[in-house]
Protein backbone atom coordinates (compact mmCIF):
# COMPACT_ATOMS: atom_id res chain seq x y z
CA UNK A 1 0.00 0.00 0.00
CA UNK A 2 2.69 2.04 0.55
CA UNK A 3 2.40 2.91 -3.58
CA UNK A 4 -0.66 5.26 -2.73
CA UNK A 5 1.21 7.85 -0.38
CA UNK A 6 3.88 8.10 -2.97
CA UNK A 7 1.72 8.94 -5.79
CA UNK A 8 2.24 5.83 -7.67
CA UNK A 9 -0.40 3.33 -9.43
CA UNK A 10 -0.50 -0.32 -7.80
CA UNK A 11 -0.64 -3.35 -10.15
CA UNK A 12 -0.81 -6.85 -8.17
CA UNK A 13 -2.96 -9.69 -7.95
CA UNK A 14 -6.88 -9.91 -7.01
CA UNK A 15 -6.24 -10.38 -3.51
CA UNK A 16 -5.73 -8.74 0.37
CA UNK A 17 -6.50 -5.36 -0.13
CA UNK A 18 -6.56 -4.63 -3.63
CA UNK A 19 -9.27 -7.36 -3.98
CA UNK A 20 -11.46 -4.54 -1.98
CA UNK A 21 -9.73 -1.52 -3.70
CA UNK A 22 -9.42 -2.42 -7.59
CA UNK A 23 -10.50 -0.41 -10.09
CA UNK A 24 -9.64 0.22 -13.55
CA UNK A 25 -9.19 4.00 -13.51
CA UNK A 26 -6.05 3.81 -10.62
CA UNK A 27 -4.16 0.83 -11.44
CA UNK A 28 -3.98 -2.78 -12.96
CA UNK A 29 -4.90 -6.36 -11.53
CA UNK A 30 -2.89 -9.12 -13.07
CA UNK A 31 -4.16 -12.43 -13.71
CA UNK A 32 -4.56 -14.65 -10.30
CA UNK A 33 -4.32 -18.41 -9.86
CA UNK A 34 -8.32 -18.77 -9.51
CA UNK A 35 -8.85 -17.54 -13.53
CA UNK A 36 -5.71 -19.34 -14.46
CA UNK A 37 -6.29 -22.85 -13.35
CA UNK A 38 -3.83 -24.65 -11.49
CA UNK A 39 -2.75 -26.27 -15.19
CA UNK A 40 -0.45 -23.78 -16.52
CA UNK A 41 -1.04 -21.17 -14.27
CA UNK A 42 2.72 -19.80 -14.14
CA UNK A 43 2.83 -19.53 -18.25
CA UNK A 44 -0.65 -17.90 -17.92
CA UNK A 45 0.39 -15.34 -15.29
CA UNK A 46 3.62 -14.39 -16.56
CA UNK A 47 1.88 -13.93 -20.18
CA UNK A 48 -0.50 -11.37 -18.53
CA UNK A 49 2.01 -9.77 -16.53
CA UNK A 50 4.28 -8.69 -20.07
CA UNK A 51 1.08 -7.70 -21.56
CA UNK A 52 0.02 -5.56 -19.39
CA UNK A 53 3.70 -3.95 -19.13
CA UNK A 54 4.37 -4.12 -22.39
CA UNK A 55 0.65 -2.44 -23.74
CA UNK A 56 -0.37 -0.28 -20.42
CA UNK A 57 1.77 0.33 -18.41
CA UNK A 58 5.15 1.53 -19.86
CA UNK A 59 3.19 2.75 -22.49
CA UNK A 60 1.64 5.57 -19.67
CA UNK A 61 4.69 5.86 -17.86
CA UNK A 62 6.42 6.67 -21.35
CA UNK A 63 3.83 9.45 -22.23
CA UNK A 64 2.60 10.42 -18.56
CA UNK A 65 2.82 14.41 -19.31
CA UNK A 66 0.36 13.48 -22.15
CA UNK A 67 -1.92 10.91 -20.94
CA UNK A 68 -4.53 13.07 -19.09
CA UNK A 69 -6.68 10.40 -18.38
CA UNK A 70 -4.09 8.66 -16.86
CA UNK A 71 -2.93 11.55 -14.74
CA UNK A 72 -6.35 11.78 -13.41
CA UNK A 73 -5.83 8.12 -12.50
CA UNK A 74 -3.03 9.08 -10.27
CA UNK A 75 -4.84 11.39 -8.70
CA UNK A 76 -7.85 9.28 -7.86
CA UNK A 77 -5.39 6.63 -6.43
CA UNK A 78 -4.08 9.61 -3.76
CA UNK A 79 -6.97 11.09 -2.99
CA UNK A 80 -9.39 7.91 -2.96
CA UNK A 81 -7.51 5.15 -1.83
CA UNK A 82 -5.34 6.70 0.40
CA UNK A 83 -7.45 7.46 3.22
CA UNK A 84 -9.08 4.38 3.18
CA UNK A 85 -6.28 1.83 2.91
CA UNK A 86 -3.62 3.50 5.54
CA UNK A 87 -2.24 2.17 9.04
CA UNK A 88 -4.31 5.26 10.46
CA UNK A 89 -7.43 4.48 8.91
CA UNK A 90 -6.96 1.16 10.38
CA UNK A 91 -6.04 1.81 14.05
CA UNK A 92 -8.55 4.46 14.08
CA UNK A 93 -11.04 2.30 13.05
CA UNK A 94 -9.98 -0.34 15.11
CA UNK A 95 -10.09 1.41 18.07
CA UNK A 96 -13.29 3.15 17.47
CA UNK A 97 -15.37 -0.19 16.33
CA UNK A 98 -13.88 -2.69 18.81
CA UNK A 99 -11.01 -1.43 21.62
CA UNK A 100 -12.99 1.57 22.86
CA UNK A 101 -16.77 -0.66 23.15
CA UNK A 102 -15.05 -3.77 24.23
CA UNK A 103 -13.17 -1.44 27.04
CA UNK A 104 -16.43 0.56 28.26
CA UNK A 105 -18.29 -3.00 28.52
CA UNK A 106 -15.69 -4.27 30.56
CA UNK A 107 -15.87 -1.02 32.60
CA UNK A 108 -19.79 -1.67 32.85
CA UNK A 109 -19.73 -5.47 34.19
CA UNK A 110 -16.93 -4.96 36.40
CA UNK A 111 -18.93 -1.89 38.08
CA UNK A 112 -20.41 -2.40 41.41
CA UNK A 113 -18.33 -5.10 42.51
CA UNK A 114 -18.85 -7.05 38.91
CA UNK A 115 -22.40 -7.50 39.54
CA UNK A 116 -23.49 -7.30 35.64
CA UNK A 117 -20.56 -9.49 35.35
CA UNK A 118 -22.16 -11.90 37.59
CA UNK A 119 -25.37 -11.37 36.66
CA UNK A 120 -24.55 -12.19 32.36
CA UNK A 121 -22.70 -15.47 33.99
CA UNK A 122 -26.51 -16.45 35.88
CA UNK A 123 -27.57 -16.12 32.00
CA UNK A 124 -25.42 -17.56 29.96
CA UNK A 125 -25.59 -20.46 32.58
CA UNK A 126 -29.42 -20.23 32.69
CA UNK A 127 -29.73 -20.33 28.96
CA UNK A 128 -27.60 -23.20 28.34
CA UNK A 129 -29.25 -24.90 30.26
CA UNK A 130 -32.43 -25.01 28.68
CA UNK A 131 -31.49 -24.44 24.71
CA UNK A 132 -32.26 -27.87 24.58
CA UNK A 133 -36.10 -26.83 24.28
CA UNK A 134 -35.56 -24.57 21.37
CA UNK A 135 -37.58 -26.29 18.23
CA UNK A 136 -38.85 -25.47 15.17
CA UNK A 137 -42.18 -26.39 13.73
CA UNK A 138 -42.93 -25.98 9.82
CA UNK A 139 -41.96 -23.41 7.29
CA UNK A 140 -44.73 -21.37 5.41
CA UNK A 141 -43.38 -19.75 2.41
CA UNK A 142 -45.63 -17.24 0.39
CA UNK A 143 -44.49 -15.43 -2.86
CA UNK A 144 -45.57 -11.88 -4.06
CA UNK A 145 -44.69 -8.39 -5.61
CA UNK A 146 -41.03 -9.88 -5.63
CA UNK A 147 -40.50 -11.28 -2.78
CA UNK A 148 -40.79 -14.35 -0.42
CA UNK A 149 -42.76 -14.14 3.04
CA UNK A 150 -41.77 -17.06 5.33
CA UNK A 151 -43.60 -18.03 8.82
CA UNK A 152 -42.54 -20.65 11.08
CA UNK A 153 -43.41 -22.25 14.30
CA UNK A 154 -40.88 -21.73 17.04
CA UNK A 155 -41.28 -24.00 20.40
CA UNK A 156 -39.39 -21.99 23.48
CA UNK A 157 -40.07 -24.21 26.06
CA UNK A 158 -38.74 -22.46 28.88
CA UNK A 159 -36.58 -20.23 27.44
CA UNK A 160 -38.51 -16.60 27.54
CA UNK A 161 -39.36 -15.51 24.34
CA UNK A 162 -37.01 -11.81 25.11
CA UNK A 163 -33.92 -14.37 25.34
CA UNK A 164 -34.09 -15.79 22.09
CA UNK A 165 -33.88 -13.74 18.53
CA UNK A 166 -34.97 -15.87 15.36
CA UNK A 167 -33.26 -15.07 12.03
CA UNK A 168 -33.44 -16.25 8.07
CA UNK A 169 -30.07 -17.08 7.06
CA UNK A 170 -28.73 -17.81 3.62
CA UNK A 171 -25.24 -17.68 2.14
CA UNK A 172 -23.75 -15.30 -0.02
CA UNK A 173 -23.61 -15.66 -3.53
CA UNK A 174 -20.91 -14.38 -5.77
CA UNK A 175 -18.79 -13.15 -2.75
CA UNK A 176 -20.98 -11.22 -1.32
CA UNK A 177 -22.35 -10.71 2.18
CA UNK A 178 -24.31 -13.13 4.14
CA UNK A 179 -28.09 -12.71 3.66
CA UNK A 180 -29.67 -12.49 7.32
CA UNK A 181 -32.69 -11.30 8.71
CA UNK A 182 -34.36 -10.86 12.25
CA UNK A 183 -37.48 -12.55 12.10
CA UNK A 184 -40.72 -10.38 13.77
CA UNK A 185 -42.44 -12.57 16.37
CA UNK A 186 -46.00 -12.25 15.43
CA UNK A 187 -48.05 -13.96 18.36
CA UNK A 188 -48.35 -16.51 20.26
CA UNK A 189 -49.72 -19.98 18.82
CA UNK A 190 -53.06 -20.64 20.49
CA UNK A 191 -53.10 -24.23 22.18
CA UNK A 192 -49.49 -25.11 21.79
CA UNK A 193 -47.58 -23.39 25.27
CA UNK A 194 -44.77 -21.18 24.52
CA UNK A 195 -44.80 -21.56 20.69
CA UNK A 196 -44.79 -18.34 18.83
CA UNK A 197 -45.15 -17.39 15.08
CA UNK A 198 -42.01 -15.68 13.44
CA UNK A 199 -42.18 -14.29 10.04
CA UNK A 200 -40.11 -11.79 7.97
CA UNK A 201 -39.97 -11.43 3.60
CA UNK A 202 -36.98 -11.81 1.52
CA UNK A 203 -36.01 -11.62 -1.92
CA UNK A 204 -36.87 -14.50 -4.65
CA UNK A 205 -33.73 -13.63 -6.80
CA UNK A 206 -32.87 -17.19 -5.71
CA UNK A 207 -34.69 -20.51 -4.93
CA UNK A 208 -36.61 -20.31 -1.78
CA UNK A 209 -34.73 -23.29 -0.25
CA UNK A 210 -31.36 -21.18 -0.03
CA UNK A 211 -33.35 -19.37 3.10
CA UNK A 212 -33.49 -21.17 6.13
CA UNK A 213 -34.56 -20.31 9.67
CA UNK A 214 -32.28 -20.14 12.92
CA UNK A 215 -32.26 -19.60 16.18
CA UNK A 216 -29.77 -17.85 18.32
CA UNK A 217 -29.50 -16.59 21.82
CA UNK A 218 -29.99 -12.81 22.53
CA UNK A 219 -29.39 -10.06 24.98
CA UNK A 220 -28.15 -6.39 24.88
CA UNK A 221 -24.27 -5.86 25.59
CA UNK A 222 -23.33 -10.10 24.48
CA UNK A 223 -21.39 -10.74 22.13
CA UNK A 224 -23.09 -13.53 20.10
CA UNK A 225 -21.59 -16.07 19.18
CA UNK A 226 -18.36 -14.97 20.47
CA UNK A 227 -19.57 -15.31 24.45
CA UNK A 228 -22.00 -18.08 23.77
CA UNK A 229 -21.59 -20.28 20.78
CA UNK A 230 -26.03 -21.59 20.75
CA UNK A 231 -27.52 -22.37 17.28
CA UNK A 232 -30.51 -24.22 16.49
CA UNK A 233 -31.28 -24.59 12.66
CA UNK A 234 -34.90 -25.32 11.01
CA UNK A 235 -34.57 -28.54 9.34
Keep these: MKVLANG ?6 LDGW ?19 GRSGWDAAEANALYTLLEEEIIP ?18 MARLTPAFSANRMVRQYAEEHCIPLASAY ?14 LAWQRGISSRWHDVRFGPVAIDSREGKYFFSVLVHLG ?7 RVELYA ?29 CAAPNHRPAHHYTPRA ?16 TWQK
Aim: glycine content about 10%.
Design 8 to 13: GLNLSE
Design 18 to 36: WADAYSADVGWASVTAEIA
Design 60 to 77: TFMTAISAASRLGGWRES
Design 107 to 120: CGRSADAGRKGADL
Design 158 to 164: SVEPDDI
Design 171 to 199: DSVNAGRPFCCSMARDHAVPGEPQTYRYS
Design 216 to 231: IPNREGVLIPLELRLI
